[in-house]
Structures are given as structure tokens and as C-alpha cells.
């Protein structure tokens, strides 16, 4: 199956993929040889992720333990580099510079576990080392407020921030090829487009706003209707036309799951559809991200899981 790309913000990601999956390395050799170790701080990011996002968590649960614990060493990566801006009390671009020098290491040291699960990870899964850096990159955009007019600005910084994490995760999976980046960028940035819509009064009190100010411009809202947290027509209509464009994002990103290895279909499967609820819980709720945090219950993702396996299956089926 192909798609095309006539929105400006896809052919301005592309590049930035096929950068990563085609700049020279220098092989690395194998980090850590003790069996110990390397245990415990695989250990350690499945605690990580248990303890941050039980929607990961249970979605990678569905694959084989070395691509299971590869995808948490990956989350954890992803949320100690995320934590460093969010929730240090200390000087934030100094710490994500040391810690950018530290990943990017061949070294890392003995004590760090998350860097060296994640070394492991990278080197064994051979993921390109600059998504490493675009990652970086991106969460340190965030190191000083920032205004996103355009969508197309929001999904660049979508990229940075989320698409790299679905573009490294293909390499822990496997996939066919080139054919299934388009798909892992735009499924990236229908995941990131979801917390945003979901984190909306956190991230106000946090000084951002990553909605397109140009978008709440046109719907007659202005950054003090966020302020008050006011759900009116306005609103509503804002909402909907993010959460109709975010739905179609990750229906487009679905044929690439078919073109994953088969152990990681389903989980990959499930972290979108279980994203992509929260959107329903949003509508469920009359567009209020103000008042409670939009999610889907424990029970709620348990009760989803067969029919994400039946109808991916199904899916599957049709597109091979």
C-alpha cells in the first residue's frame, strides 16, 4: 500500500528520518559484558515505565521479553531525558547537555542504568544514533516557553519528541523497510497531537501551549480563554476540529503496522488504539480538559485488548 505526501509538514519531516537511517556510524562494540547489570538496569526502566505509563506498559507486555524490555529501556531513555526539562529544580540545559554527552557515549558509566540499558538496546537493535539526538533536540525545546502557530510547527516538534520514539521502536520490532517511515512519523505525531489535547490545563499552568495558536485565532480564542478554562461553543468547536484531524492521523499511520515483524503488530496495535480512546473520553466528557485529566480506566484498556487483536489481525490479513 502507498501514500502520498501533500502537506508541507510531511515532506519537511521525510528528510529528517532518512538522515538518520542512512548518516555513517562507526560500529560500536558491545558496552556492557556483565550479565548482572545489564539485568538490573534493564530491571530498573521496566520499573520506570510501570510507574509513568501504565498504557505502555500493558502494550508492551504483548512482545517476546528482549524486544519487551528493549521497549521499556526506550521509554525510559524518553522520560529521564523528558524529566530533565520538566522537573529539575537545578539548571535544566546544563543537566540535558551532560545527559545528551552521556547516551551519546560508547561508555556510559556503570552507575547510570538507564544509559546503559538503553546502550544496549541501541547497539543491539542497531537504531541510528541520531534519532538519539533528535529526541534531545526536541525535548529541549521546551527548556524556554515556545508558541506553535501553525499545525505544522506543532508536528515538527511532534516529530522530535514522539515520531523518533516510534522510528527507533521500529528497529526494536523489525519492519520491511523505508516504506513503513512515513507511517511511524505520522503515527508519532497522532500520539504526541493526543497528549496535547489531553494535558492542555498542565501544560497552561506549566507556561506552554503547544495547541496552534493560529487555529485558536481562528475559532475566536484567545490564550486567556485558556487561562480560564471556560468550555463553551467555541471551545467545543476547537476541539472538535483537532480531535477529527488527530483521528484521521492515526488512521493514516495504520497500514504501517502491517508492515512491522508480526511478534510487535498487536502491541503497537494497542499503545495507538488505547491512545486514541482518550480522544473519546475527551468528546464523553463534553470537551472539558480543564476540569480532569482525559483517560481510559485499567479495566477499560483490559476490556479493548481482544478486539485490538481481532480487528489487527483482520487488518493484517486484508493489506498483505
Request: net charge negative; charged share 25%.
Amino acid at each position: 500500500m502507498t501514500t502520498d505526501y501533500p502537506q508541507a509538514w510531511e515532506r519537511t519531516l521525510l528528510p529528517l528520518a532518512y538522515e538518520a537511517e542512512h548518516r555513517d556510524e562507526a560500529p560500536t562494540p558491545i558496552l556492557v559484558s556483565d550479565p548482572a547489570l545489564l539485568a538490573r538496569s534493564y530491571s530498573y526502566c521496566a520499573s520506570i515505565t510501570a510507574a509513568h505509563s501504565h498504557t505502555f506498559y500493558m502494550a508492551t507486555g504483548l512482545l517476546p521479553h528482549e524486544k519487551r524490555r528493549a521497549m521499556r529501556a526506550l521509554y525510559a531513555f524518553c522520560r529521564l531525558s523528558d524529566d530533565l526539562v520538566d522537573c529539575s529544580q537545578e539548571d535544566s540545559e546544563a543537566l540535558l547537555a551532560a545527559w545528551r554527552r552521556t547516551v551519546l557515549s560508547p561508555t556510559p558509566p556503570r552507575d547510570d542504568l538507564v544509559a546503559i540499558a538503553w546502550a544496549d538496546t541501541r547497539v543491539h537493535y542497531h537504531i541510528p544514533l541520531r534519532y538519539t539526538e533528535q529526541l534531545i533536540d526536541g525535548v529541549g525545546c521546551d527548556l524556554r516557553p515556545q508558541r506553535y502557530n501553525t499545525f505544522e510547527d506543532v508536528a515538527r516538534y511532534a516529530y522530535g519528541v514522539a515520531s523518533t520514539v516510534g522510528l527507533m521502536s521500529m528497529h526494536i520490532i523489525g519492519f520491511a523497510g523505508e516504506q513503513a517511515i512515513p507511517y511511524a512519523i505520522k503515527l508519532g505525531i497522532a500520539l504526541q497531537v493526543t497528549n496535547i489535547l489531553r494535558d492542555v490545563e498542565e501544560d497552561w499552568r506549566a507556561g506552554r501551549v503547544y495547541l496552534p495558536t493560529g487555529e485558536l485565532r481562528a475559532f475566536g480564542l484567545t490564550e486567556a480563554d485558556l487561562d480560564q478554562g471556560l468550555v463553551d461553543e467555541r471551545w467545543r468547536a476547537f476541539l472538535r476540529f483537532q480531535i477529527e484531524r488527530n483521528r484521521r492521523l492515526y488512521d493514516e499511520a495504520r497500514p504501517g503496522i502491517a508492515m512491522l515483524s508480526s511478534a510487535g503488530r498487536v502491541a503497537v496495535a494497542a499503545a495507538s488504539d488505547l491512545y486514541r480512546a482518550i480522544l473519546d473520553d475527551i468528546e464523553a466528557h463534553d470537551y472539558d480538559v480543564f476540569g480532569r485529566r482525559a483517560h481510559v480506566s485499567a479495566w477499560g484498556k483490559l476490556r479493548m485488548l481482544p478486539s485490538i487483536w481481532w480487528h489487527n489481525r483482520e487488518r493484517t490479513e486484508r493489506q498483505l
